[in-house]
C-alpha cells in the first residue's frame, strides 16, 4: 500500500488546512507555463463524480470552445448518502480543490469560478469560504453556491440549470455543459477529487502520478466504506481488490458476503464474483460494474439483500426529479414491486414483471437516474438471484431474518 | 437496400416535454409503442423512407411537440 | 331573387359556420379530457377538430361576401373588417368581425406551430375560449330572424353542447394537471437507507 496523497498531511480530524500550512506543505500554486491539458491528459486521470471520464479531454473540450469566457463548476453537491468523500476533502483540504480549479479555470480561458456545495455539507461550505478569503487578488471570480439537497441536483445538467434558473433539475441533453452551459458558455464541470488530485498533478508532474495503480488505471483514488467496523472514507491505489479493502476495513471471512459497489445508482456483487474484482473503473466496466463515486457498502450477514435493495429503490423514486413519465412511475412500480417481494407478499408474476419495467425503464428519461436504479434492481436480481427466488414463494429468507426489516441501520 | 426502406430521419422524444398522450403511438404504431404507464418508446428510431410522410404527421400529432423528426 | 338568394346565403352560410365552430370547440374540449374508443382513437378527435375549423372558414368567407354583397344589408367592406363600423346593429355585426379574427389567429398559429414552438402557440389558443361565445352573440344579435323558433332552437342547441363538454373539462380538470410530482411525493421514503447522512 502507496502512501496516501490526497489524504497526506494532518489527519482529517484536525479540520481544514489553512493557506500558510498548505503552502508550507506542498509549495504554492504552480505557474501558468506548464502545458496542463497535456499533462493531464498524459497522467490519465478520470473524472470522480461518477462517470470516470478523462479529466483531460474534458479540459480540451471546454477550452477549444473558450473565448476566455468559459465557467467552471466546482461540483461538491455529493447527493450520494453513501459517499463521504468530497465533504471531507472539501472539509480538510479546501486550499488544494481551489488550487486545482484556479488551475483548471487558467487551462479553459474561464472568467468564473462556482463553488456548487452540497447543502448538508457545512464542514466543506465553511472550510472553502474561509479558503476563499485567505487567498487576496483572486485573478478571476469565485462565487459559493449553496447545492439543493437532494439526489440528482449533482447532475451535471441540474448543477447548470441551477446556477442559471434556481431548478436543479437535470436538463434534455444535447446541449452538454462543455458545448452551453452556465449563461450559455462553455462549463467545465469537475468534482472536487478530480480537481484535488490536479492541483498535485501540476505539481508533481504526470510520471508522479503514475506511479500508483495496480491496473489498467493509474494513479489513487478516494473511496468511502461502509458497514463494516473500520470504515469511513479511505485512499487506495487503483486496482485494489475489493477483498483487500474488506480486510482493510475490519471484515472478517464470515462477515459480510456481498457489497453495494458505486452507489446506489451501482451494483450489487457477491463475495465470490466481487472480492477479487479490482477497483479500476476501466477493468470494472468491461465486469459490467461500475467504479460510480468509490463507494463500498458491504451488506452484513444478518442482512436481508431483497430488503435493502427495495429501501434503495423506494428512495430512488422518492428522488425523481418529477419530469419524466418513464422514470416517475416507472421506478415507482419497481419499487412498490421489490418491496413487496421484500415482504413475501409478492409472487413469481411479479419477478417477470420487474424484469419488463427495467427493460422499459432503462434509457428512457432526461438524465441516467432511473438507469441507476434499473442497473441496481437488476444486479440485485442476480446476486441475490436466490433470495429472490424463496422470497417470492413465501418461504423465508435466506438471511435467517425474521421479518425483514427496510429500517436498515447504518 | 432498396430506396424505400432506407432510412434518411430519425424519431427523438423530448421527455421531459412528453406528458403521454399518446397520440404518437396511434399515428405510427410501426415505430412507436407505449409502455406501460402511457409513455412512447421508439422501438426503432430510424424511420424508414416509406413512413416518413406517417412520421411527420405523427410529430405534428403531438400535443406538445415532444415528438420531433430530425435528419439522420 | 338574386337579392332573396344573397340573403339565404349570407343566412345559412352563418349558421352553418355558427355549427361548425361549435362542434370545433366541443371537439377541442373533448380533446383536452383526452377522451376515446377503440373505434375513435384521439387523433380522429384531433384531426377533426383542425379541419372542421378549416372548414368554417369556407363558410365564414362565404358568409361575409354574401353579407356585404346583399343590397338591403346595406354593409360595405369597412363593416367587415372593422369592428363596430356597421351601420346596421354595429354592436352585433362587430362581435362577429372580432370573432372572426380570432379564429383566423387560432388557425394561422396553429398551422405554424412547428415554427413558433408550443408556448407562444398555447397562449394564443385561449383566445378560443373567446372566439364561440362572440359568434353566438352576433347570430343572435344581427340576424332579422333572430328570434324565428328554428333560429332560437339552433342557437339553443349549440350553448347546450358546449356547456356540456365545458362542464366536462372543468370536472375532468383532475385527470389533466401534471400528476408526475404528486405521484413522487406521494411517496414515504424520507431517510436515506445505510447511510448517515448527519455529517
Redesign the interface.
Known amino acids: 500500500m502507496i502512501q496516501p496523497r490526497l489524504l497526506a498531511g494532518p489527519p482529517a480530524a484536525a479540520g481544514a488546512e489553512t493557506l500558510s500550512d498548505h503552502v508550507a506543505r506542498l509549495g504554492s500554486l504552480p505557474g501558468v507555463e506548464r502545458d496542463l491539458v497535456r499533462t493531464i491528459t498524459a497522467s490519465g486521470l478520470l473524472g470522480r463524480g461518477g462517470a470516470a471520464f478523462p479529466v483531460g479531454r474534458k479540459l480540451h473540450a471546454v477550452a477549444a470552445r473558450s473565448l476566455g469566457d468559459a465557467r467552471l463548476l466546482v461540483n461538491g453537491a455529493e447527493g450520494e448518502?453513501?459517499s463521504?468523500k468530497d465533504?471531507a476533502l472539501m472539509a480538510s483540504r479546501p486550499h488544494l480543490i481551489l488550487d486545482g480549479a484556479l488551475l483548471a479555470a487558467n487551462a479553459i480561458g474561464a472568467r468564473e469560478i462556482v463553488l456548487y456545495v452540497g447543502s448538508?455539507?457545512r464542514?466543506g461550505q465553511l472550510a472553502l469560504a474561509r479558503a476563499v478569503s485567505e487567498r487576496r487578488r483572486l485573478p478571476l471570480r469565485v462565487r459559493l453556491v449553496s447545492a439543493p439537497h437532494a439526489y440528482v441536483a449533482g447532475e451535471e445538467s441540474a448543477a447548470v440549470h441551477f446556477i442559471n434558473q434556481g431548478d436543479a433539475r437535470p436538463?434534455?441533453t444535447p446541449p452538454r455543459p462543455f458545448e452551453r452551459g452556465i449563461d450559455d458558455m462553455p462549463t467545465l464541470v469537475q468534482n472536487v477529487e478530480s480537481l484535488a488530485y490536479l492541483a498535485l498533478i501540476a505539481r508533481f508532474g504526470e510520471d508522479w502520478y503514475r506511479q500508483a495503480g495496480r491496473g489498467q488505471t493509474p494513479g489513487t483514488a478516494l473511496v468511502t466504506v461502509?458497514?463494516a467496523p473500520n470504515g469511513g472514507v479511505r485512499e487506495v491505489e487503483m486496482g485494489t481488490r475489493i477483498g483487500e479493502i474488506a480486510q482493510m476495513s475490519g471484515l472478517g471471512p464470515h462477515d459480510s458476503d456481498a457489497v453495494?459497489l458505486g452507489g446506489?445508482f451501482g451494483r450489487w456483487t457477491t463475495r465470490d464474483l466481487g472480492w477479487a474484482l479490482p477497483l479500476d473503473p476501466v477493468l470494472l466496466q468491461s465486469a459490467g460494474a461500475p467504479f460510480g463515486t468509490g463507494v463500498l457498502?458491504f451488506l452484513g450477514m444478518g442482512q436481508c439483500g431483497v430488503a435493502?435493495t427495495a429501501?434503495?429503490l423506494?428512495?430512488m423514486?422518492?428522488q425523481?426529479a418529477?419530469?419524466?413519465?418513464?422514470c416517475?412511475?416507472?421506478l415507482?412500480?419497481i419499487?412498490d414491486t421489490t418491496r413487496a417481494v421484500a415482504s413475501e407478499v409478492a409472487t413469481s408474476s411479479d419477478l417477470g414483471r420487474l424484469e419488463?419495467?427495467a427493460g422499459?425503464?432503462d434509457g428512457?428519461?432526461?438524465c441516467r437516474h432511473p438507469d441507476g436504479a434499473v442497473g441496481l434492481l437488476l444486479s440485485a436480481m442476480t446476486a441475490f438471484a436466490a433470495d429472490f427466488e424463496t422470497h417470492s414463494r413465501r418461504s423465508g429468507c435466506l438471511a435467517n431474518v425474521a421479518r425483514p426489516s427496510?429500517e436498515?441501520a447504518? | 437496400m432498396t430506396p424505400a426502406l432506407e432510412a434518411a430521419a430519425k424519431l427523438v422524444v423530448?421527455?421531459?416535454v412528453?406528458?403521454?398522450h399518446g397520440m404518437c403511438a396511434e399515428v405510427l404504431p410501426e415505430l412507436i409503442e407505449l409502455?406501460?404507464?402511457?409513455?412512447p418508446?421508439l422501438v426503432a428510431p430510424l424511420v424508414p423512407a416509406y413512413l416518413e410522410p406517417l412520421a411527420k404527421r405523427a410529430a405534428a400529432a403531438c400535443p406538445v411537440l415532444a415528438l420531433r423528426l430530425i435528419p439522420r | 331573387m338574386n337579392d332573396q338568394l344573397l340573403w339565404f346565403a349570407s343566412r345559412g352560410s352563418g349558421i352553418v359556420s355558427l355549427l361548425l365552430l361549435t362542434a370545433v370547440t366541443v371537439l377541442g374540449l373533448i380533446s383536452i379530457v383526452r377522451w376515446q374508443r377503440p373505434t375513435w382513437p384521439r387523433f380522429v378527435t384531433a384531426d377533426l377538430h383542425s379541419n372542421l375549423a378549416l372548414l368554417s372558414v369556407v363558410f365564414v368567407g362565404v358568409h361575409i361576401v354574401a353579407a356585404i354583397l346583399d343590397p338591403f344589408a346595406k354593409l360595405g367592406i369597412s363593416a367587415a373588417v372593422i369592428p363596430f363600423d356597421s351601420s346596421y346593429r354595429p354592436l352585433w355585426v362587430g362581435l362577429g368581425v372580432i370573432s372572426v379574427y380570432l379564429v383566423i389567429a387560432l388557425i394561422v398559429t396553429s398551422l405554424l406551430r412547428e415554427r413558433i414552438g408550443q408556448r407562444t402557440w398555447r397562449a394564443v389558443h385561449w383566445v378560443a375560449y373567446g372566439a364561440w361565445p362572440l359568434a353566438v352573440l352576433h347570430s343572435a344579435g344581427s340576424g332579422s330572424d333572430a328570434f324565428a323558433a328554428w333560429m332560437v332552437t339552433i342557437e339553443a342547441a349549440c350553448i347546450v353542447a358546449v356547456t356540456i363538454a365545458l362542464t366536462w373539462r372543468l370536472v375532468a380538470a383532475r385527470n389533466i394537471r401534471n400528476e408526475?410530482?404528486l405521484?413522487?411525493?406521494a411517496?414515504?421514503?424520507?431517510?436515506?437507507?445505510?447511510?448517515?447522512?448527519d455529517?
Open positions: 448518502p453513501l463521504a465533504r448538508a455539507h464542514e436538463t434534455v461502509s458497514g453495494l446506489y457498502s435493502a429501501a434503495i423506494d428512495y423514486a422518492a425523481s418529477a419530469q419524466c413519465g418513464p416517475v412511475f416507472g415507482r412500480s419499487a419488463r419495467w422499459q425503464i428512457r428519461g432526461a427496510l436498515v447504518a | 423530448d421527455p421531459i412528453c406528458d403521454g409502455d406501460d404507464w402511457g409513455y418508446i | 408526475l410530482p405521484v413522487v411525493a411517496t414515504t421514503a424520507s431517510h436515506a437507507p445505510f447511510a448517515d447522512t455529517r
